[in-house]
């Protein structure tokens, strides 16, 4: 094995900043110096023993180092590499991503001799050396390439996952797939305007990118959603967790001075769509956060359009919800906005029956209903997509799902539930609060948390209605037979019945009556309102008496919401259960005893 260094390995090095193989290479052997650790990398100086150049080892590799295979003075055959700018500093620095130990430490430095001919000593005159940096030396040598060589060197597209903050010379070529508005923002160094774009390659990695003042001016008419472009000159940072849009741990910012190139008469490429799933019993730390979520699950039903007025320009935008649930037995409800309510959406209706999975990428999380997800203008949605993950899904459906009894999500936050959702033991109050302030809600519709059990359930009232099977809307009796849904526009030849009904709840302060729907009506009544109604019509109704009676003064954890409503010209409070649990006595005892600290201090 070689025990010296390859002579002008820099020199070749420079000359072939980004090599397409390493066959295309000499053997390039090298001496490490000043070998040093830097967080999970190493930092070093390779020589050739006449050039020097600063160089990091790649994280993958540090374990060389710590097993001593790759020590300070010893001798490396670099296999693979990059050379990359040092920002703002007019020199470059190696990237080794794959070497292999040649020698371990020699004795010293390796330096280049003068040769000696003959059998005297010859002297030779006294040279001038011209001491070159790195970034000179490349410099020379483009001006010597043929224009042909250097727009070939310029033109090797890397791949969006193999991008990292150490690399400064890389081409990538990505299609926009969505674009910012421009925005304006001031702050102590003055006014400014930026705006960003998420890019997404031919693996269909994604990447946002951010351009403020100048390079926001100048690349924003050049953007256009759809296009592919060539783009070269940028930087990278980790990304910022809180502010973050797509599934990728760094962010790309464009200067004045990076390239955009449009990729025109070119075939282009369409992005695969990546999908990264989270389960449905997951999407609780995800509530209110500025990340997006990717989600995949059985249609559960679907509702027909509505018309929602926005506040922010008054004007209508289609909205159509659907639930879908996955193998955790969790249901979510999800609101389709716009074209993808009218259009796919109309198409899972019509495929209701058929229980279809949806894949859907770039939902928010709110806490509405405890959690519900909404489209946004870039999200995705695939149905019955051919992916291992859907036919698991429909596996799982089709053998256990279809006869599971499914529970909202939103209906199981636990109480410690971290990093943005509210639990139901934030803005705890007592029913006494709520009463006492017959002006709550009078703008928007307000929430709160309570503990309470219900007293007081009438049993003469109508507790609830005839539902429609696939979007659970009201049904009238259809002329002949069977059940028309003007939703669904269709007759059927049975529905269902959803809970609708009113409860007196009382706590040690007071009572109040809730309106409680189908989902936490079950939960409170300990069955579905098919079953009430069996028990109902059998004998006397002693056993759906007994039901009733059964579920009096149990206690449960309720996020309610308030708004007055005017009835017969009177307004009264309105009170909504949005989402019960079970109590849990554990952590109510930790919620209270936390309480009575703070009261102490």
Same mark, same amino acid.
């Given at each position: ?7 002008? *390995? ?73 050379? %990359? ?48 940096? *790195? ?39 990505? #299609? ?92 282009? !490429? @369409? ?38 007025? #926005?506040?922010?320009? %008054? ?64 999200? @995705? ?14 596996? +799982? ?36 609060? @709520? ?11 307000? !929430?709160?948390?309570? #503990? ?11 507790? +609830? ?28 030849? %049975? ?17 109040? +009556?809730?309106?409680?729907?189908? =989902? ?32 009096? +003064? ?19 409070? #309105? ?8 109590? =849990? ?10 309480? @009575? ?5």
């Amino acid at each position: 094995m070689a025990k010296s260094v390859s002579p002008d *390995a820099i020199s070749v090095i420079l000359s072939n900043p980004t090599p397409d193989s390493s066959a295309d290479l000499p053997e390039l052997v090298v001496q490490v110096l000043d070998l040093k650790a830097a967080g999970n990398r190493y930092t070093f100086t390779v020589t050739d023993g006449k050039t020097k150049l600063k160089a990091i080892l790649q994280s993958s590799l540090a374990s060389e180092v710590i097993n001593g295979n790759i020590q300070n003075l010893g001798l490396i055959r670099v296999v693979d590499y990059t050379l %990359n700018d040092i920002p703002n500093k007019n020199e470059k620095y190696l990237i080794v991503t794959k070497c292999e130990a040649v020698s371990p430490p020699l004795e010293a430095e390796v330096k280049t001799e003068p040769k000696i001919e003959g059998t005297g000593i010859v002297l030779k005159p006294r040279q001038e050396v011209v001491t070159k940096s *790195a970034a000179q030396i490349v410099n020379e040598q483009n001006k010597n390439m043929a224009p042909s060589a250097r727009m070939a060197m310029t033109r090797r597209v890397h791949p969006l996952a193999s991008l990292n903050p150490y690399q400064g010379n890389w081409t990538i070529k990505v #299609r926009v797939t969505a674009k910012g508005n421009m925005r304006t923002y001031k702050n102590a160094k003055g006014e400014g305007c930026v705006f960003n774009v998420e890019l997404t390659d031919e693996d269909g990695t994604q990447i946002q990118a951010t351009m403020f003042g100048e390079a926001a001016r100048k690349f924003f008419e050049v953007f256009q959603i759809g296009k592919v472009y060539y783009i070269s000159k940028g930087t990278l940072k980790v990304a910022n967790k809180q502010y973050k849009t797509v599934q990728n741990d760094y962010e790309m910012t464009l200067n004045e001075y990076s390239q955009v190139e449009e990729a025109v008469n070119e075939v282009a !490429f @369409i992005p695969e769509t990546k999908f990264s799933f989270v389960p449905i019993d997951q999407l609780g730390p995800y509530v209110n956060q500025k990340e997006l979520v990717d989600v995949i699950g059985v249609v559960q039903s679907v509702s027909p359009t509505m018309s929602i007025r #926005r506040k922010i320009d %008054n004007e209508s935008v289609a909205k159509r919800d659907i639930v879908i649930a996955d193998d955790t037995k969790k249901t979510v409800v999800i609101s389709l906005w716009s074209d993808l309510a009218t259009d796919l959406g109309q198409k899972l209706l019509d495929m209701a029956d058929e229980s279809p999975v949806v894949a859907i990428k770039s939902l928010r999380v709110s806490d509405f209903q405890g959690v519900s997800l909404s489209t946004v203008s870039k999200s @995705i949605i695939e149905i019955n997509p051919e992916t291992p993950d859907s036919q698991k899904l429909k596996s +799982w459906y089709s053998t256990e799902g279809k006869e599971t009894s499914m529970e909202a999500v939103g209906s199981g936050l636990s109480p410690s539930m971290k990093a943005g959702g509210r639990s139901l033991y934030s803005d705890r109050v007592t029913l006494d609060q @709520i009463t006492s302030n017959p002006s709550l809600g009078e703008e928007k519709p307000v !929430f709160y948390s309570t #503990r309470a059990s219900m007293s007081l359930i009438k049993p003469d009232q109508t507790m +609830w209605y005839r539902a429609c099977k696939t979007c659970k809307k009201k049904v009238t009796e259809a002329i002949g037979s069977g059940f028309w849904c003007e939703g669904c526009q269709k007759n059927d030849d %049975n529905c269902s019945l959803k809970y609708i009904l009113a409860a007196k709840f009382s706590d040690v302060s007071g009572g109040a +009556w809730f309106s409680v729907f189908n =989902d936490e009506a079950e939960k409170i009544i300990g069955c579905s309102a098919d079953e009430l109604d069996s028990l109902k019509s059998q004998g006397d109704g002693s056993d759906f008496q007994l039901q009733l009676k059964k579920a009096t +003064w149990v206690p449960y954890l309720f996020r309610v919401s308030v708004q007055p409503r005017e009835y017969n010209n009177e307004k009264r409070q #309105r009170i909504t259960v949005r989402s019960v649990a079970p109590v =849990d006595f554990a952590a109510e005892s930790k919620f209270l005893l936390e309480e @009575i600290s703070s009261m102490k201090a």
